[in-house]
Structures are given as structure tokens and as C-alpha cells.
């Protein structure tokens, strides 16, 4: 990296819009003038467009209208030319059925946003599950110096003098109440006590786990994924941000300087080590793909033979990102991790992954578990294939009941959501604790959109007998937050006619974790029976975005993009640049 500024004014993108003598730059001036900014607030300097996903109906990005004028401020200082652009919101809690549905076209919103204005380079502002992985994506596809500024997590949930985690006390406190161990008065009092500040959910869910990896690729400035939301260090690294980026655009810092293949393997690992959300294997591939990496389950399943889980935080284990942060945050973490990780790979302050990580301490040994005292040896995620998955299928072995671990058992199955919802709690379902729970119809394009509906619940009955995890199986995703012995992201999906859809009622399913198996016990013959009189299912949309979705959506296994979108043949080849007339 050279100190000396690789671009000069003329060379900036946003030139041909601002810096040319013509009628149409004549209108980009007298627009800009419009609003209030003279000619020298912006002449010769970058413009930096602001990706901001904040939206009055996002609870976790609702402090991002203050942030952005943090780095707004940064970017001012720095000498560039700061532009709010909003974009699509993906608000988890509210965005039906699932904001995964969207991802990719806050991906596209992202991507055309910062190809068809005059952007230099730009500042990400997501954290909410979705919006992480789609604004990289679409940042990568488009190649401008990007850093990605992360929402930060909430402060831990307050219940009876007790800590609460998003989601993973939500799932605990409402098995609960079903199993009539807490009353009406105990759940409104966690609804009231479980999200108390701004910021994305605070366990290591799909937000935690997105945002860090963002950080371990190079993608944000060091340290930025840990802080919590409310923290005036989160204030702070918002304005660095703004005033990195401006630099970044000078010396022409883009995700390709960034990205590679070992980027991408430290991303995993640190995923694995921080015992991270099974929704980041859907993600973390998409990425890769789109930046021309080929990451693949396998490499998951490599990575996670050898990884420890380290970071002591719920679902799979005790602690909140706020204790995670006080305990030194994710660069410690790494500390742990030098000779799993490549510390080589660059990052978007100009220095190294392993530079940044250079002071980096421990500070609580029970959050940051050292090495020879791991919450879990290895396998903090697993990747198994059998006849009911021959594209693959992941589990998350940290996070469930060990005795599931190979197990066998008569399944029950719901072909779709709404079934399973209408039977699950009938008494007269016949179900035991061996049972094997079936999810058909929520994979990407049966749900569609894959929702994260894969802990499927435990019927009622079995509940009040203080069963707590049973085996549970589907083409769906889960919530980070979530736990439980539940394969998910079965691949082919049931909806396109893969091996979930001829699982029938007393069929037995046979799982192994340590095999790396998922099997049902069916001969051949019968099994062909069943696939010659699989009918498909009608799609679920006729028409709008919907159609678009399910022509291009492609499977879990290669990461849930759209089929024109993935490679950066793409941006090479279709005229990456707008004419400008
Ligand atoms: Fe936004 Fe969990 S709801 S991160």
C-alpha cells in the first residue's frame, strides 16, 4: 500500500458527472446547487455515497439516522462529499414471509444505487441479518472502495434480574409457557425486558455472525463489528468510517484488493470459532461467488474439523455481545486463532488482518474461552450428505441435545408450514421423543424464500413430558438464534421433487453427525415409486418481483443468489459503467 494518492480529481468517477463542461453536468451542478451545497463543497473531492438501510419500521438500524451524521462528519473532515442514498430496510422482525426472500434485491438496489450515481466509493450501514450479506454482495458486484459499518448489537435483554438473548430466550421462555411452567404475566415481562436499545440482536445469531465476518474479510475498520449500538464508541467508529472511505477512493482500495480465497477461509473460521449462525453458510457462499471465489460446503465442513468453537455466547453457550465487547470483542477472539488464520490478508484501513489484531487482548477467559479450555473442541457446524441430501445438508452440533447426535427414528412428517402448524399440537399426533419431526414445502423456492422456520417446534405433549430437543429436519433455514438438533438447507429442496419430498409418515430417518450422514432407511425400489408419481408443485407466484425470484433463485448449496447475478464476469462484461448523456 503507498501513501501517496493513486487517483487524481480528474480521474474520479464522479468527474463525468460533475467535473466536464456540458449541458448535462451543467444539471448535475445546478441540482447540487438546489440543495443547498456550493460548488467547492464538492468540486474535485469524492463523492462518497452512503448505503443506509435505516427505515422507520427496522428496530435494529433505528439509531443509523444519528450514525449516518456521524459519518457524514467523517467524510466532511476527510475531504470528500458525503450522499445518503436509503435503500431497502430488510427489517427482520416485520418483512413477511421471510427477509430472505429480498436479500438479493437489496443486493441489486445496492449494486445499481452506486453504478447509476456518481459514487466514488461508499459506506455500508447494515447489521440486521439480511442486510450484511446483501450489501457486500452488492458492493463487490460493483467494485467501488466500500467499508461496511456495522449496526452494532443492542444491549443485553433484562428479565427478573436475569440476562435475555434475542431469540434464543424468545424460543426458551415460549416452550415455557406452552409447557404451562411460566405464566402470562412472566412472558409479557420478557417481551418488555428483551430488546431494550437500539441494534442488531445481541446473541450470536445471523447479525452478530455476519457483521463479524464483514470484519474478518477486511471489510470494516477494526474492532467495528463488537461495539454495541448505544456505546459512544460506536458514534466514533461511525465518523472514522466516513473519513477512511475518503482516503480508500484515493488510493483505489476496492473489495478485489481485498477479497480472496484465504479472506474468505479466515471469514469461515472465525464463524466457527465464534460458534456463528448456520444462515452465514448461504451467505458466506454467495459472497465468495459473487467476488469470483469458489467457496463450497466441503471447505465449511474442512474448516470446522479443525476449528474450536471459543466464544462463550448464546445459543451455543452463556454469554450476550455485550460481554463478548468488554471481553475484548472479535479481535481478541482472533488473537486466539494464529495459526488458523491467514493473517496476511489486507483489510480497508491499509493494514493487515493480523496488524490490526496486534494489541488485541483477552479481558474474561469464561466469554473468550482460550484455546486449551474450548466451549466445543470442534464441529461447531457440520455438513452432512446421505440420500435425503445429496447436494448437502448443515446442523450445528454445538448447539443441541449430544445424545441426538446419531440417532434414529420414525419420522412424522408436515408437508408445508401451515399443516405442520395445524398438527403439531394435536394430541392425538402420533409422535414420541424419538421421532423425527419433517418440514417439507421451505426451502427457497417451496416456502418460497426459505424462511427461517427450521426449529421446527417440539409438539405440545411432548413438551409437558420435558422433552427439550428432538430430531427435526427440513429444506428451511434457521434463526442464528435458534438451537436444537435440526438439520437444515436439505439440498435439492422438496419443492423441485429432492429426496425430502418422498419421506413419508413411519419412514426411518437416520442421522449421524460424526458419519456426516443423513439418510432415510428406504430401498431404492420403493423410493422409485415414489418419485415417479411426485407431481411439481404450482409456483407461487404468477407475477412482480416473485416471478423473477423463482426463475433465477438457485439452491442453498451455492448460496441462494440469482443465476445472472453471481460472477463478476457480469461487472467486467455488461458495461459496468453508465453512459452519461
Ligand atoms: Fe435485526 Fe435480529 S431482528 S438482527
Redesign the pocket.
Known amino acids: 500500500m503507498t501513501d501517496e494518492p493513486r487517483k487524481k480529481p480528474e480521474d474520479l468517477r464522479s468527474h463525468k458527472w460533475y467535473g466536464v463542461k456540458d449541458l448535462r453536468s451543467f444539471g448535475h451542478r445546478s441540482r447540487t446547487a438546489q440543495m443547498g451545497f456550493h460548488r467547492s463543497d464538492y468540486a474535485g473531492k469524492p463523492v462518497i455515497a452512503i448505503i443506509n438501510t435505516w427505515s422507520d419500521i427496522?428496530?435494529?438500524h433505528s439509531h443509523f439516522k444519528q450514525r449516518v451524521e456521524e459519518v457524514k462528519r467523517g467524510v466532511w473532515q476527510a475531504g470528500g462529499f458525503p450522499v445518503e442514498m436509503p435503500a431497502l430496510s430488510l427489517?427482520?422482525?416485520f418483512q413477511k414471509p421471510t427477509t430472505m426472500l429480498y436479500r438479493n434485491l437489496l443486493a441489486m438496489e445496492c449494486e445499481e444505487l452506486l453504478r447509476s450515481y456518481p459514487a466514488d466509493g461508499c459506506v455500508l450501514m447494515g447489521?440486521?441479518?439480511k442486510t450484511t450479506p446483501a450489501l457486500v454482495m452488492g458492493a463487490i458486484s460493483m467494485d467501488l472502495p466500500t467499508i461496511f459499518m456495522p449496526a452494532g448489537p443492542m444491549l443485553r435483554g433484562d428479565y427478573k434480574g436475569e440476562f435475555l438473548g434475542?431469540?434464543s430466550d424468545t424460543w426458551k421462555y415460549w416452550a415455557e409457557l406452552r409447557a404451562g411452567n411460566i405464566t402470562g404475566d412472566d412472558w409479557q415481562d420478557v417481551e418488555e425486558g428483551i430488546a431494550r436499545s437500539p441494534g442488531?440482536?445481541m446473541t450470536m445469531?445471523?447479525?452478530s455472525t455476519m457483521t463479524s465476518a464483514a470484519e474478518v474479510l477486511g471489510l470494516t475498520l477494526p474492532g467495528a463489528a463488537s461495539i454495541p449500538a448505544p456505546d459512544s464508541r460506536h458514534a466514533q467508529m461511525a465518523a472514522l468510517t466516513g473519513k477512511r472511505i475518503v482516503d480508500m477512493v484515493w488510493e483505489d482500495l476496492k473489495p478485489s484488493d481485498i477479497l480472496t480465497a484465504a479472506s474468505f477461509d479466515n471469514a469461515v473460521t472465525a464463524v466457527l470459532a465464534l460458534g456463528g449462525s448456520t444462515n452465514s453458510i448461504v451467505h458466506l457462499i454467495a459472497m465468495a461467488r459473487r467476488a469470483g471465489i469458489a467457496l463450497d460446503l466441503k471447505r465449511f465442513d474442512a474448516l470446522a474439523r479443525k476449528t474450536p468453537v471459543l466464544a462463550n455466547l448464546r445459543p451455543s453457550g452463556k454469554y450476550l455481545m455485550e460481554d463478548f465487547f468488554y471481553a475484548g470483542g472479535l479481535r481478541a477472539l482472533l488473537s486466539q486463532l494464529d495459526d488458523l488464520m491467514d493473517f496476511g490478508q489486507a483489510t480497508v484501513n491499509g493494514r493487515t488482518l493480523g496488524a490490526n489484531i496486534e494489541s488485541a487482548k483477552v479481558f474474561n477467559d469464561d466469554v473468550i474461552r482460550p484455546r486449551g479450555n474450548p466451549l466445543v473442541a470442534s464441529d461447531g457446524l457440520a455438513v452432512l450428505t446421505g440420500n435425503l441430501a445429496p447436494g448437502g445438508a448443515v446442523i450445528k452440533p454445538a448447539a443441541m441435545e449430544p445424545h441426538l447426535s446419531r440417532h434414529r427414528g420414525p419420522a412424522v412428517v408436515f408437508k408445508d408450514y401451515n399443516d405442520m402448524a395445524a398438527r403439531i399440537d394435536d394430541p392425538g399426533l402420533q409422535v414420541s421423543r424419538d421421532s423425527v419431526i419433517v418440514l417439507q414445502s421451505a426451502g427457497p423456492q417451496g416456502a418460497p424464500g426459505m424462511p427461517e422456520w427450521g426449529q421446527l417446534p417440539i409438539p405440545q405433549k411432548l413438551l409437558k413430558e420435558g422433552v427439550r430437543d428432538m430430531l427435526r429436519i427440513s429444506d428451511a433455514r434457521m434463526s442464528g438464534?435458534s438451537y436444537g438438533a435440526c438439520v437444515l438447507h436439505i439440498t435439492p429442496e422438496s419443492h423441485v421433487g429432492g429426496p425430502l419430498a418422498l419421506v413419508r409418515d413411519g419412514d426411518i430417518v437416520e442421522l449421524d453427525v460424526q458419519a456426516r450422514s443423513i439418510n432415510m432407511l428406504v430401498d431404492e425400489v420403493e423410493l422409485g415409486k415414489r418419485r415417479a408419481a411426485w407431481r411439481a408443485p404450482a409456483p407461487k407466484f404468477t407475477r412482480g418481483y416473485g416471478v423473477l425470484y423463482l426463475r433465477h433463485i438457485q439452491q442453498a448449496d451455492t448460496g441462494c443468489d440469482f443465476d445472472f447475478l453471481e460472477t463478476q464476469e457480469a461487472r467486467r462484461t455488461a458495461g459496468g459503467e453508465p453512459e452519461i448523456h
Open positions: 427496522n428496530p435494529c427489517s427482520e422482525p447489521g440486521c441479518d434475542s431469540g442488531h440482536c445469531g445471523t447479525a438464534t
